[in-house]
């Protein structure tokens, strides 16, 4: 790619294990991309979600340009990474948990062609899936290519633990940038972010994994204790085993295609260390996110994090599902991220 300097190396890793067998554990693959030119302020990390690594923010299963050539080629500083645990980033048998993968039913059903059995109100609405005959089936040449990328992954708390620590570290190398996170990398965000409050200018959450605390789609309990993460977050006044993070679930949901929310009970504490970091949850018009996705930006701004929502539909973008990246019109959504990311980041990474 003309103009742009790649480079790869590992963030974060610890040695363990016994002295005459040690292992690294933990370490993040990264890419770093940058520009002859660079035109704006911080770095932009993007991190992917479940069974994803970073061969999603390079190019879309049907062979177009990927948003980190994209966004480098526009004068960004670019990070891609594979997760801890996944890709080129190792897994250490017998010190990393259990993997599990994404069958091709599940990947059809929430990925690709929602539309052909709707499992929730808006998926009938899906038509950015690139491909021919088949699209967004198995046998599609555009399917295979893409389920060919799906790899095994940790479940979390665990993928929670690795990327905060590596996330963290990798932000102490190369300083200050804004996250842009997709579907279980949203835990991530908000966690790095807790961790190194300084060095987070910004977030764009892709689609974000929730709703905060239980799942009301798939009804895979209470699995984010902490509000958006299974790990804890730092609150003001602290959450103490004398006074525990309580919920409360909305009698009535905001619209009958929506899911009613969850919320703190009682008096809301603060996400202190989220507080002033500009931030935004970016929703697709026929994703399953579309469900509840708005439930995210409520439970921040009740925790006192002004972040901004934006449904793609309500910008004119219309027909997408949850890999919105990898969508007939990915770069118009990464065109809108850009408009955000200049209007909202200002010239030395504050808010504008």
């Not at 708005?294 to 002004?306: D, F, K, M, P, S």
């Not at 219309?318 to 890999?323: T, V």
């Amino acid at each position: 790619m003309a103009n742009v300097r790649w480079q790869h190396f590992f963030a974060g890793g610890v040695y363990t294990g016994a002295p005459d067998a040690q292992v690294m554990r933990g370490q993040m693959h990264v890419e770093m991309l940058t520009p002859d030119e660079v035109r704006h302020p911080w770095p932009l990390v993007f991190i992917h979600g479940a069974a994803q690594t970073a061969t999603g923010w390079v190019t879309t299963p049907d062979g177009r340009q990927g948003w980190a050539p994209w966004f480098a080629e526009r004068g960004w500083k670019v990070c891609i990474v594979d997760q801890p645990a996944r890709g080129r980033s190792a897994w250490q048998p017998g010190l990393d948990g259990a993997l599990t993968t994404i069958s091709v039913g599940l990947i059809e059903n929430l990925f690709t062609a929602p539309e052909d059995s709707p499992g929730w109100p808006q998926a009938k609405l899906h038509t950015q899936w690139p491909g021919g005959p088949r699209k967004g089936h198995a046998g599609d040449p555009v399917f295979d290519q893409f389920y060919a990328s799906q790899v095994a992954s940790l479940a979390n708390p665990e993928s929670e633990k690795l990327m905060q620590a590596a996330g963290a570290a990798l932000l102490d190398r190369i300083g200050p940038a804004v996250l842009i996170t997709h579907s279980q990398a949203g835990l991530f965000g908000w966690l790095i972010a807790d961790a190194r409050p300084g060095l987070v200018k910004g977030i764009v959450a892709l689609e974000p994994a929730g709703p905060p605390y239980k799942d009301a789609l798939f009804h895979s309990g209470c699995d984010r204790d902490s509000g958006l993460t299974s790990l804890k977050l730092t609150y003001d006044p602290p959450v103490t085993p004398e006074a525990p993070l309580e919920f409360e679930q909305q009698s009535v949901a905001d619209a009958p295609d929506l899911s009613p929310c969850w919320f703190q009970k009682g008096e809301a504490r603060r996400l202190v260390n989220l507080v002033g970091v500009p931030m935004t949850v970016v929703t697709s018009e026929a994703s399953y996110h579309a469900v509840f996705d708005h439930c995210t930006a409520r439970y921040l701004h009740q925790a006192g994090v002004e972040a901004e929502f934006i449904r793609l539909a309500d910008r004119g973008i219309h027909g997408n599902g949850h890999m919105m990246m990898l969508e007939k019109n990915s770069l118009d959504i990464a065109s809108l991220v850009e408009e955000w990311l200049i209007g909202n980041i200002g010239p030395t990474g504050d808010a504008a």
